[in-house]
């Protein structure tokens, strides 16, 4: 439809229909006639005036339910504006690949451009058009479940993964009927909840909001995204939802988001628990005024939006401009054309798991693990060895992990048959030893018999899909009990242990490292985990992952991360002595640092060299580094260039990312590495929130994690 008729519409409806657009149900109304709630999840139900008026649906798949409602709905209505399909299709629709944090740790953002490409597909040729990711959320604190759906701790590679997801979902064009709009979430800063707990508070600062917290929204609004969602914490003491200066102020006016606001579940009617309304209605007022558009899941809009109208309470006028955004979105993905736009059963059949999707699922949870630990045991040699592989990983626990919906577990490739078939000459011997939290003496005397027998031992080891993700906050976050006694007791055996973990979340490994001569971080690999996992650890694959999260030596050091802030009292400076910022009983490092990750071979740099040592406003200047690859097997490695600023008017990161490159490089082979620095990457958020670089100087750190060693320094004249 041209665009200039979407105001003709607009004029045509009643303001019921127009509210009906800002309220966003469940599909069931429309399958079932009988429909009706009752009981606990009573509040859920839809009323019944929504449903010929409602604007969108959540969570329905397939390509005949949605065909169905958007009918259904389509005969009902009096204006017959399409239904918009919205859902959770986070790592993947029904090919699972690894999670978002795993596909953070592959450090190539094009991971994250194919797989959203591919869920994109699943998802369109089920019926729905939106999906609520990707999840760009800053995150410090593994307690947290929900990290393991962002791609970690920096904003930089945040930046970078937020606008690869984007583009992926969205591609170039609408005209591609398999092209999905995206929904980046969780606005604002909903990674920062005190203590780790789902949905808590969060206090920070509007300065550093801005400096380390909004660039990966940002970054998918400037790649287009076409919805925000609002996030269920309070920023500055408000809701998301009814924060009016977060959501119109910010995030409309100077952020320059022209797309549709959707709240999160319930979140509009959250504010009366959060105590800043006093019941439904002042609810509704406070998200309306905010500029929420779409309220998910609950009705006070429905309720009381005329009444705010009426009352002179709500401009009409907000309404409208609500309305519209969602005319315009549903006119841009062509649904008054089509209001099916690709749903289709035949191309579910086609397309959906299908060996080509499937194939990028593997070769993605490949690139996303991050070999932790290694001594001299991986990779595991086709030579006629027996090994045993022991753990509810081995075979039958869930890979997908959280977030999966549509994925079925029991379709994932199995880490048992993959490394047998991987492992042509020699013995795969499997025992469980244990579930995710629970063992018998009769699992535990099978794994130690099978351990014994063998001349290495594979632990497959982990969290439950379900402890990680929303509402899947831990306070503890080392391995359930039965499964650390599993892995000490095979240790006493004295065989070479390689633990690989399946967990979504930087986990204390203090009952596993001491016990494992090498560890995989596997996370929840997908899909395709096992043959993934078996790929890597017979060499078939070299393992070229780095964390995006740092991983704690122990949870009472948490939030560790690389990009803290020096103190006036650094430990390092202060080596005898009480007086220093440590902690008595364990270091203020993390056990594995940000950016850490190995491979099969080794890697060498050369001294850095930079082309300059002063800056300008108009010179930049260029760091170089010789990368060597000075083993025997061909290797990826991620070369990263981190900066610190001597000297800010507010205290800077002791190191921040500024710029990565993964490189392969066959065996003997040297390839050159450069970084062009440029004032704009120097620039931070000053007290007065004004963004500017200082003159001054600046350390330089080239290398293989955040912990690269200095490797130059230049001065900014201004
Ligand atoms: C709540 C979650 O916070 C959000 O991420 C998700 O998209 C919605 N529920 C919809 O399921």
Redesign the pocket.
Known sequence: MEESKLQDLLNEMTLEEKVGQLTQVFGQPYLDDNYEVTGPMSFLAVPSELVPVAGSI?GASGAESTRKIQDVYLEKSRLKIPLLFMA?VIHGYKTIFPIPLGIGASWNPDTAVKTAKISAVETAVSGIHVT?SP?VDLVRDPRWGRVMESTGEDKFLNEQFAEAFVRGYQGDSYSDPYAIASCV??FAAYGAPEGGRDYNTVNMSERQLREDYLSAYQAAIDAGTELV?TS?NVVDGIPSTGNRWLLKDLLRDEMGFEGVVIS??GAVKEMIPHGVAADEKEAALKALNATNDIEMMTFTYHRYAKDHIDAGHVDEKLIDESVMRILKLKNKLGLFENPYRAASQDDEKDLIFSDAHRQTALEVAEESMVLLKNDSVLPLEDNGQTVALIGPFAEGEDMLGAWSWKGEAETASSLHASLKSALTSGNVLYAKGSAITETTEEWMEEAVKAASEADVVIMALGESAEMSG?AASRSDITLPQSQADLLKKIAELGKPIATVLFNGRPLDLNTVEPYSDAILEAWFPGTEGGEAVANVLTGKTNPSGKLPMSFPESVGQIPVYYNHYNTGRPAEEREEGRYASRYLDVSNYPKYAFGYGLSYTSFDYSKVTLSNDIMTSDETIEVSVTLTNTGNRVGQEVVQLYIRDLVGEVVRPMKELKGFRKVQLNPGESKKVSFTLSEDMLIYVHQDLTEKADAGEFDVFVGASSLAEHSGRFSLKK
Do not use: A, I, P, R
């Open positions: 959540l959770d609520f999840m979430k969780h969602m269920f999160d579940w929303e």
